[in-house]
């Protein structure tokens, strides 16, 4: 009998998991973004070549704003993540179906690997997926079709260090996307030795001095820094447009300064002639 379980789920849980696909492995179809510097989480930069970002390690707030202070250009929060998310990323519609195949690596707070494996997703559309997790604890793979998810392997959800293997590379605005709600969002230019890099904090209290925050490369939409859920700072470099997207191949997540993932893409294409097959549940199935 097969260990296939069929769980049916409503659209709206359908609906939680940002679209994606992939492609036929083979050389990328993107083009890497030249000129641009390595940024790392490091107390100091070693090279001129790399943007040194200091770790994250507390937190604390004014109990008064600074009167004198100039007051910081505010951005409508929703409009921009909106308009972030369609250029980082997978997440927005009008995408042509694509595959992607990311090796990742967690480390524990002693810095030994304790964990290694890859993720895999073929991608048709936001109820036609294929999602594949291989890894030394946990092997998975969820079929999403107009009928419901289908899913091979531990019946377990990913754990969230798995979920965000996944929204480190194709939903890099995962964290942001929570914090709508009571929260404002204001833009500010942050100075990394003699690099500088435009942000946009997203915060609910002023005055906290290490708010949430998004970087980008000065003068353009590229995504290279985020400091998000709880400690993690994460850094995109080797970075390829794709189908008019910023993907970082290279990202780095710490936690509290101190290494906590590795994501590499091995392989990230376009599904010219995507096959129905390739996004079908096997059979027969057992509910």
Same mark, same amino acid.
């Given at each position: 009998?097969?260990?296939?379980?069929?769980?049916?789920? =409503?659209?709206?849980?359908?609906? @939680?998991?940002?679209?994606?696909?992939?492609? &036929?492995?083979?050389?990328?179809?993107? *083009? /890497?973004?030249?000129?641009?510097?390595?940024?790392?989480?490091?107390?100091?930069?070693?090279?001129?070549?790399?943007? =040194?970002?200091?770790?994250?390690?507390?937190?604390?707030?004014?109990? &008064?704003?600074?009167?004198?202070?100039?007051?910081?250009?505010?951005?409508?929060? =929703?409009?921009?993540?909106?308009? %972030?998310?369609?250029?980082?990323?997978?997440?927005?519609?009008?995408?042509?179906?694509?595959?992607?195949?990311?090796?990742?690596? %967690?480390?524990?707070?002693?810095?030994?690997?304790?964990h290694s494996g890859t993720y895999e997703e073929y991608w048709a559309g936001p109820k036609q997926y294929k999602?594949?997790?291989? =890894?030394?604890?946990?092997? %998975? @793979?969820?079929?999403?079709?107009?009928?419901?998810?289908?899913?091979?392997?531990?019946?377990?959800?990913?754990?969230?260090? &798995?979920? %965000?293997?996944?929204?480190?590379?194709?939903?890099?605005?995962?964290?942001?996307?929570?914090?709508?709600?009571?929260?404002?969002?204001?833009?500010?230019?942050?100075?990394?030795?003699?690099?500088?890099?435009?942000?946009?904090?997203?915060?609910?209290?002023?005055?906290?001095?290490? +708010? @949430?925050?998004?970087?980008?490369?000065?003068? @353009?939409?590229?995504?290279?820094?985020?400091?998000?859920?709880?400690?993690?700072?994460?850094?995109?470099?080797?970075i390829e447009s794709f189908q008019g997207r910023n993907?970082?191949?290279?990202?780095?997540?710490?936690?509290?300064?101190?290494?906590?993932?590795?994501?590499?893409? *091995?392989?990230?294409?376009?599904?010219?002639?995507? /096959?129905?097959?390739?996004?079908?549940? +096997?059979?027969?199935?057992? &509910?």
């Amino acid at each position: 009998m097969s260990r296939m379980c069929k769980t049916v789920l =409503a659209s709206v849980l359908l609906g @939680t998991f940002p679209n994606t696909v992939s492609a &036929q492995s083979g050389s990328p179809s993107g *083009k /890497e973004i030249d000129g641009l510097k390595r940024v790392v989480v490091t107390p100091q930069a070693k090279s001129d070549d790399v943007i =040194a970002i200091p770790p994250s390690v507390s937190a604390s707030f004014a109990l &008064q704003g600074s009167k004198h202070a100039a007051a910081p250009d505010a951005v409508d929060f =929703a409009s921009w993540l909106t308009n %972030q998310q369609a250029l980082n990323g997978m997440e927005s519609s009008g995408l042509q179906p694509w595959h992607i195949v990311v090796a990742y690596d %967690q480390f524990d707070e002693a810095g030994d690997n304790v964990h290694s494996g890859t993720y895999e997703e073929y991608w048709a559309g936001p109820k036609q997926y294929k999602r594949t997790y291989k =890894a030394d604890d946990f092997n %998975q @793979t969820d079929y999403a079709t107009e009928k419901g998810l289908y899913r091979l392997g531990d019946q377990k959800w990913p754990s969230r260090t &798995q979920v %965000q293997v996944r929204e480190e590379v194709l939903a890099p605005f995962w964290y942001a996307a929570t914090r709508i709600d009571g929260f404002r969002a204001k833009s500010l230019e942050r100075a990394f030795g003699g690099h500088q890099l435009q942000c946009v904090a997203i915060e609910r209290n002023p005055g906290l001095s290490d +708010p @949430t925050q998004y970087c980008f490369e000065p003068n @353009t939409s590229i995504l290279r820094y985020s400091r998000g859920w709880g400690w993690n700072q994460s850094v995109y470099n080797r970075i390829e447009s794709f189908q008019g997207r910023n993907i970082g191949w290279d990202v780095d997540v710490t936690d509290g300064g101190k290494r906590y993932l590795e994501l590499r893409v *091995k392989a990230m294409e376009t599904l010219a002639h995507p /096959e129905d097959a390739e996004f079908a549940p +096997p059979t027969p199935l057992v &509910q």
